[in-house]
């Protein structure tokens, strides 16, 4: 019997002031009974409009009905056949944005809840599922990926079922990108992380990590050891900050720095991890984002009594997941809206100790349809605070660009790429992900990589 009720199951979820001091996950994930339960509210529409809002075009219909049957390997298989990392788009995929909004079922009620019954499926098989090893026909064609991300990682995983002989090389001594740098454990543990890289591996992917393409070899000299077409999936590592006199203070991270230290190099964990990180009492994180978010609700595990974010537009305007604001202020963040800093103030040996800020309105819409903020004379103030994370964006590393001849990219430094196939400026490169488009979502770039593989394919079977 389909379930008519107009409400998701809920999903269970650690107490906020328990959580707030611990780095485990926050969702704790649906039960068999809530899965079978959840997935009987979905219509089995004809159309299946939920599937166009899927970058990678999951078969949601299909799953779903396998999990309200109880079958949920084979609603894995179904889910595998066009995502290749389920386990991390069912925790960090804006579903409420994209195959949920255009769920029939939204009309009247809420959504049927894809991402939470994504990630059950996912879970399910890391525990319970049998590795399938998939019988691939090699064409002994060779294919480099740079970045081991979310696009990296989609596009290694479709060449290599086509039967292509892909490397991966991966800046960084852990691959995963911005899965395991960028993203806090409490929203996507690590180890799950590395399970879902290692499905990949088992379709023969080879990963060489501690390889800076641009730094260790170039693009050129990929040609030269025999690849026929190279993606770059490198991402956007590097941050951006305001231009404010006292952001050279110590205590003043970029948040990139911020999250890298607590979440790839596990300084949540210090002394019994090498890489400390200095957070004091008090903190303040510039930026309306989800890196702000996850950099704020790292502070606050880390130990800070206050933790504010300061966004200088107001709450409609915050581009972070509605989610991640809901936890954000369950746990205690403090949200100082409509407010930008002018100047960090540091002590007389070079440590800052507070931030000076102007309170904000917003005025007439910007090119980015968004109103303008505008400050308000007269209303400077002082925030005392220890630590300052910015967390207003990042662009991608200039490495490439720097070393490629011919490689064209826009001004602030995404390589220029088409937006159906990847392909750039340079005869057999491909790009795709945050590197093209600067920072923006897990599923984007995993769309961009998997439409780059097809292009890929067809390119060096053109050569024939």
């Given at each position: 019997?389909?379930?008519?009720?107009?409400?998701?199951?809920?999903?269970?979820?650690?107490?906020?002031?328990?959580?707030?001091?611990?780095?485990?996950?926050?969702?704790?994930?649906?039960?068999?009974?809530?899965?079978?339960?959840?997935?009987?509210?979905?219509?089995?529409?004809?159309?299946?409009?939920?599937?166009?809002g899927c970058p990678v075009n999951v078969q949601i219909p299909e799953f779903i009905k396998l999990v309200a049957e109880g079958n949920f390997?084979?609603?894995?298989?179904?889910?595998?056949?066009?995502?290749?990392?389920?386990?991390?788009?069912?925790?960090?995929?804006?579903?409420?944005?994209?195959?949920?909004?255009?769920?029939?079922?939204?009309?009247?009620?809420?959504?049927?809840?894809?991402?939470?019954?994504?990630?059950?499926?996912?879970?399910?098989?890391?525990?319970?599922?049998?590795?399938?090893?998939?019988?691939?026909?090699?064409?002994?064609?060779?294919?480099?990926?740079?970045?081991?991300?979310?696009?990296?990682?989609?596009?290694?995983?479709?060449?290599?079922?086509?039967?292509?002989?892909?490397?991966?090389?991966?800046?960084?001594?852990?691959?995963?990108?911005?899965?395991?740098?960028?993203?806090?454990?409490?929203?996507?543990?690590?180890?799950?992380?590395?399970?879902?890289?290692?499905?990949?591996?088992?379709?023969?992917?080879?990963?060489?990590?501690?390889?800076?393409?641009?730094?260790?070899?170039?693009?050129?000299?990929?040609?030269?050891?025999?690849?026929?077409?190279?993606?770059?999936?490198?991402?956007?590592?590097?941050?951006?900050?305001?231009?404010?006199?006292?952001?050279?203070?110590?205590?003043?991270?970029?948040?990139?720095?911020?999250?890298?230290?607590?979440?790839?190099?596990?300084?949540?964990?210090?002394?019994?991890?090498?890489?400390?990180?200095?957070?004091?009492?008090?903190?303040?994180?510039?930026?309306?984002?989800?890196?702000?978010?996850?950099?704020?609700?790292?502070?606050?595990?880390?130990?800070?009594?206050?933790?504010?974010?300061?966004?200088?537009?107001?709450?409609?305007?915050?581009?972070?997941?509605?989610?991640?604001?809901?936890?954000a202020k369950e746990e205690g963040i403090n949200f100082r809206l409509l407010n930008n800093p002018t100047k960090i103030i540091g002590t007389?040996?070079?440590?800052?100790?507070?931030?000076?800020?102007?309170?904000?309105?917003?005025?007439?819409?910007?090119?980015?349809?968004?109103?303008?903020?505008?400050?308000?004379?007269?209303?400077?103030?002082?925030?005392?605070?220890?630590?300052?994370?910015?967390?207003?964006?990042?662009?991608?590393?200039?490495?490439?660009?720097?070393?490629?001849?011919?490689?064209?990219?826009?001004?602030?430094?995404?390589?220029?790429?088409?937006?159906?196939?990847?392909?750039?400026?340079?005869?057999?490169?491909?790009?795709?992900?945050?590197?093209?488009?600067?920072?923006?979502?897990?599923?984007?770039?995993?769309?961009?990589?998997?439409?780059?593989?097809?292009?890929?394919?067809?390119?060096?079977?053109?050569?024939?």
């Amino acid at each position: 019997m389909p379930n008519m009720s107009l409400e998701k199951v809920s999903m269970p979820e650690q107490d906020p002031n328990v959580r707030n001091k611990n780095f485990l996950e926050v969702a704790l994930g649906y039960t068999e009974d809530m899965a079978r339960e959840e997935a009987q509210r979905c219509l089995q529409c004809k159309s299946k409009p939920c599937v166009q809002g899927c970058p990678v075009n999951v078969q949601i219909p299909e799953f779903i009905k396998l999990v309200a049957e109880g079958n949920f390997e084979e609603a894995y298989n179904k889910i595998r056949e066009t995502n290749s990392l389920p386990a991390v788009c069912g925790r960090v995929c804006p579903q409420e944005s994209q195959c949920e909004q255009l769920c029939v079922r939204a009309k009247k009620g809420e959504p049927v809840a894809i991402g939470r019954l994504e990630r059950y499926v996912a879970d399910w098989n890391m525990r319970n599922g049998k590795s399938k090893t998939e019988d691939i026909k090699k064409l002994n064609k060779k294919v480099a990926v740079v970045g081991s991300g979310p696009a990296g990682l989609t596009c290694a995983g479709d060449l290599a079922k086509m039967g292509y002989d892909v490397t991966i090389f991966e800046a960084f001594h852990t691959p995963g990108g911005v899965l395991m740098y960028g993203i806090p454990e409490f929203r996507l543990p690590k180890d799950l992380v590395q399970s879902e890289i290692e499905t990949v591996v088992k379709l023969g992917v080879e990963i060489r990590t501690n390889m800076v393409i641009g730094k260790v070899l170039s693009l050129d000299e990929l040609y030269d050891e025999g690849y026929e077409a190279i993606f770059i999936g490198s991402g956007a590592g590097l941050p951006s900050f305001m231009g404010i006199p006292g952001e050279n203070l110590n205590g003043v991270y970029s948040a990139n720095e911020f999250l890298t230290r607590i979440n790839l190099m596990k300084a949540y964990k210090f002394p019994d991890c090498d890489t400390p990180v200095k957070v004091g009492e008090n903190v303040a994180v510039v930026g309306g984002g989800n890196v702000a978010m996850d950099a704020a609700r790292s502070a606050k595990r880390l130990g800070a009594r206050n933790v504010y974010i300061v966004y200088r537009r107001s709450e409609a305007e915050m581009p972070a997941r509605l989610e991640e604001v809901h936890h954000a202020k369950e746990e205690g963040i403090n949200f100082r809206l409509l407010n930008n800093p002018t100047k960090i103030i540091g002590t007389d040996d070079g440590w800052v100790k507070g931030m000076e800020c102007v309170e904000m309105e917003l005025g007439e819409p910007d090119s980015s349809g968004r109103r303008r903020p505008v400050a308000k004379k007269g209303s400077e103030y002082v925030l005392d605070v220890e630590t300052v994370i910015i967390a207003i964006g990042q662009s991608p590393n200039p490495l490439i660009k720097a070393t490629t001849p011919g490689l064209e990219t826009q001004k602030w430094g995404g390589i220029i790429a088409d937006e159906e196939t990847g392909a750039t400026s340079r005869e057999g490169v491909y790009a795709g992900g945050d590197a093209v488009t600067g920072a923006a979502t897990v599923i984007l770039a995993m769309g961009a990589g998997k439409k780059a593989a097809k292009a890929i394919d067809e390119y060096i079977r053109s050569k024939g």
